[in-house]
């Protein structure tokens, strides 16, 4: 989204506002401040102007700049209808120097999950990718997976649906998968170069659309009615934008979340497995799984909770 357009949504969302107010605001003429607002009312929003100026009544469900008015978040707003995936639309824009970009879509068409796994993506969940440069060790990026999971699960929970998170990254509602994320990084060895998490949330979905394989559910089918995917994608972002530079909290929050934390679990990792109790999670986001009295630490892998004895 235009830089101009951007800044003419956010003093929208402060209320009303003038376009002589707008116009000096943002350096620009008066007949460029009517371009954006009459463009703004063509993707659906409804902007009254009376006497205190431009006022917005309503705002259209879903897109881009419904993303971006009111986001109280850094990000830029990037929206397709259709994408293959969002992950490999934020690689794309990594490699032209971008940061702090979010790529939402409504369906993918070749939406990948963990394992290199396809991730069915249709119409109406919430499918996006965060890309951001953070300036950490490449050791540390795991910890920002975790953020996603919490910022996720916090605006699920914000939504009535009490879900918890399974290490190191899904979210559950029961043993129902929720939502997944995928995250990938580049970087020198002791440098993060750029980050991308990839969040996939089973929004306004049938579940009986979903691949059968593995159970699921959505927002939708646990709330009896359909969720303002705008506004959770906002409360999702927001709570990542918090978390992101703050790993402690990260992992105090998923700690009170986590739904792994005290059962038997088996983690697979290539041919090493793992079985056990999940006694904690430690920086920057393993698995500390009790074995037979002995502490084991697994830094990543496929996390199986196992039927309580
Ligand atoms: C998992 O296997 O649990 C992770 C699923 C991640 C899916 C999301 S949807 C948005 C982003 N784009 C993709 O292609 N994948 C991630």
Not at 107 to 127: F, K, N
């Amino acid at each position: 989204m235009q830089e101009t357009r951007r800044r003419v949504l956010d003093a929208l969302a402060d209320g009303p506002v003038t376009g002589t107010a707008l116009a000096d605001e943002l350096g620009v003429s008066r007949a460029a401040v009517w371009k954006h607002v009459e463009a703004l009312r063509e993707a659906g929003f409804e902007i009254e102007s009376g006497a205190d100026g431009y006022a917005v009544r309503s705002v259209p469900a879903y897109g881009e700049a419904a993303l971006a008015y009111g986001l109280e978040a850094p990000f830029a707003v990037e929206y397709h209808d259709e994408i293959g995936s969002t992950n490999a639309r934020a690689r794309e824009l990594a490699g032209t120097g971008a940061g702090d970009v979010v790529v939402v879509a409504d369906r993918q068409t070749g939406g990948r999950g963990r394992l290199d796994r396809a991730w069915a993506s249709p119409s109406g969940g919430v499918w996006l990718s965060i890309l951001f440069r953070p300036d950490v060790p490449t050791a540390h990026a795991p910890v920002f997976t975790l953020a996603a999971a919490v910022a996720a699960a916090r605006a699920v929970r914000e939504a009535g649906v009490p879900a918890t998170i399974k290490w190191p990254n899904d979210l559950l509602v029961g043993d129902r998968k929720l939502a997944g994320i995928l995250t990938e990084m580049e970087g020198e060895a002791d440098r993060v170069e750029w980050v991308i998490v990839g969040v996939g949330l089973n929004a306004n979905l049938d579940p009986w659309d979903l691949p059968a394989e593995r159970p699921a559910t959505s927002l939708q089918a646990e709330r009896g009615d359909p969720v303002d995917r705008r506004v959770l994608v906002q409360r999702l972002l927001e709570a990542f934008d918090d978390l992101r530079d703050d790993p402690d909290a990260v992992l105090d929050v998923w700690r009170e979340y986590a739904s792994t934390l005290g059962r038997r679990v088996r983690v697979t990792a290539g041919d090493r497995t793992v079985e056990g109790e999940a006694v904690d999670v430690t920086f920057p986001g393993s698995l500390v799984i009790d074995v037979d009295g002995e502490r084991v630490t697994v830094a990543a892998g496929d996390c199986e909770h196992l039927r309580r004895a």
